[in-house]
Every structure is written in structure tokens, then in C-alpha cells.
């Protein structure tokens, strides 16, 4: 008897063709996912939720909210919608389908892990060359524009550095040509990632408290919170491409700072 999920997979090709599925199918799927997410901290701030797990106690104007999710949309249509569409074939060439069976769960996990590592390491030295003067100055300083980030900001940025760094995050799929449901659930645990990175909340259940080298909300806004120059904390998803390459000395420093202050209070 067919899984519920692959019933689910089943309506679900039968009623639309490939293309439609990993088009449009991907864009409404990317969208939901992202501003459901995304919308959760600022409702969090709102209500005055959880306000002692909140990293910086600046909060940002509704009119501040509204513009970054105006240009969200903007960019969403007129930026990630035709990369999605003319990446599809790029995508059926190296072996995407989307036929049943569903892959079994070991081929699943182990294309997402291979994803994260190759994300993150593209994403390191991206990020880092966004903070090179004139790459900062004139594209990168838009995503940066949110000192006290919150969920929505993960995706706010230079329409250049979403094409830039929006190559970190489908070279993994592009090059394996996965099955489309395996796309759908790296691009569904990407966005849950960076949204989580910049929601501006460390909570105990945080999953940088659980999951070994993740960096998660703290890590990355300290990111945003200190200056371009200084900041260091360029990796999207793990610790390690930054203690490997000296440039999370400043948040270990503040880190060893706090847990001093902690014990002496
Ligand atoms: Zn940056
Ligand atoms: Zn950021």
C-alpha cells in the first residue's frame, strides 16, 4: 500500500506536468514556507513575546517592516521567479524527476547533508567577498541595511547578491539532479535555516543549542550588529569554515566575555 506521502506525490503529478510542479510549484511553495516563517518573529516583537530570549532590545519601526517586505515581494517576482524558470532545464538535464517512487530516505538525507556543506562553503567565501570595500559598499550593504535583523530580513538583499549567493543554494541540487520532492525539502530546511539565523531570538530550544556546529541566530546576528569590517561570522549554516579561517574571533572574544560575566554575577 502507497505511503500517505507518496499518495500525496502521486495527486500531485497527476494533476500537473513536471514543469508547472518545479516552477510555479517551487515559487508558491518557497513563498509560503518563507513568509509564514518569516513572519513569526515579528509577531514575536509585536506581542512582546518571549522578549528575554530577544538578542538586541532595539526593535525595528513598522514603517522599517513594511519596506523590507515590499521589496521582498518585488524582488521575489521580478528576481527569484524567472531563476527558478530558467533553471529548470539546467535542472532536467543534470537528472532532475519527479516520478514515483519517492527516493528512499538514505539517498534523501544524504543529498540534503551534501547540500548544507556545500552551501555553507560556496556561501563562506561569497560572503566574504561581499565584504571586500566596493562589493559592500554597493551590493552587499543593502542586506546589511538591518542592523537588529528579523526573519524576513534572511532574503533581503541586492537583486546581484541574490542571484550570487542564490547560486550557493541550488549548485548542491543542480549538480546530483535530484528527485523534485528532495528539491522541495532542501529549499522548504534552507529558508527555515536562514530565517531562523535572523530572527533575532535565542531561545533555549534554539537549534544551535542542540545541533553540533551549527551557528544559528546568535552567531549570525552578531553578524549584523557589528561593523562590515569587523564582523567576521560569514558562514550561512555552521561554525566551522569561520573558526577554520580566524573569522569568528571577535564573537568567540565576546562569547569568553559573557560566560566570564556570567559566572562572576
Ligand atoms: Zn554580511
Ligand atoms: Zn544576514
Known amino acids: 500500500m502507497a505511503s500517505l506521502r507518496e499518495s500525496g506525490w502521486e495527486y500531485l503529478i497527476t494533476h500537473f506536468s513536471e514543469f508547472q510542479l518545479a516552477t510555479i510549484g517551487t515559487f508558491i511553495m518557497h513563498e509560503s514556507v518563507f513568509f509564514l516563517s518569516g513572519l513569526v518573529s515579528i509577531f514575536f516583537e509585536r506581542a512582546g513575546l518571549f522578549s ?39 535542472f532536467k538535464y543534470m537528472g532532475l524527476k519527479s516520478s514515483l517512487p519517492l527516493p528512499p530516505w538514505t539517498a ?27 562589493l559592500y559598499k554597493h551590493i552587499h550593504s543593502v542586506h546589511h541595511e538591518y542592523a537588529t535583523p528579523f526573519g524576513l530580513t534572511s532574503e533581503y538583499a541586492h537583486p546581484a547578491e541574490i542571484l550570487f549567493l542564490g547560486f550557493a543554494t541550488i549548485i548542491g541540487p543542480a549538480l546530483t539532479g535530484p528527485h523534485l520532492s528532495t528539491l522541495w525539502l532542501w529549499v522548504i530546511l534552507r529558508v527555515l535555516e536562514t530565517v531562523e539565523a535572523h530572527c533575532g531570538y535565542h531561545f533555549p530550544w534554539s537549534p544551535s543549542n542542540f545541533v553540533p556546529l551549527y551557528g544559528g541566530a546568535d552567531f549570525h546576528d552578531y553578524h549584523h550588529r557589528v561593523l562590515y569590517t569587523k564582523s567576521g561570522n560569514y558562514s550561512s549554516t555552521f561554525i566551522y569554515m569561520d573558526w577554520l579561517f580566524g573569522t569568528d574571533k571577535g564573537y568567540r572574544r565576546l562569547k569568553a566575555l559573557e560566560e566570564q560575566e556570567g559566572k562572576q554575577s
Not at 52 to 73: D, S
Not at 118 to 132: C, I, K, M, N, Q
Request: aromatic share 20%; charged share 15%; proline share 5%.
Open 52 to 90: 528575554k530570549y530577544k538578542i538586541q532590545k532595539k526593535l525595528n519601526t513598522p514603517e522599517a517592516e513594511g519596506r523590507c517586505i515590499l521589496h521582498l515581494i518585488l524582488y521575489h517576482v521580478g528576481v527569484n521567479f524567472p531563476v527558478i524558470m530558467f533553471s529548470y532545464p539546467a
Open 108 to 134: 534523501v538525507v544524504s543529498q540534503i547533508i551534501f547540500y548544507f556543506i556545500l552551501e555553507d562553503f560556496v556561501f563562506y567565501w561569497g560572503h566574504r567577498l561581499l565584504h571586500t570595500k566596493w
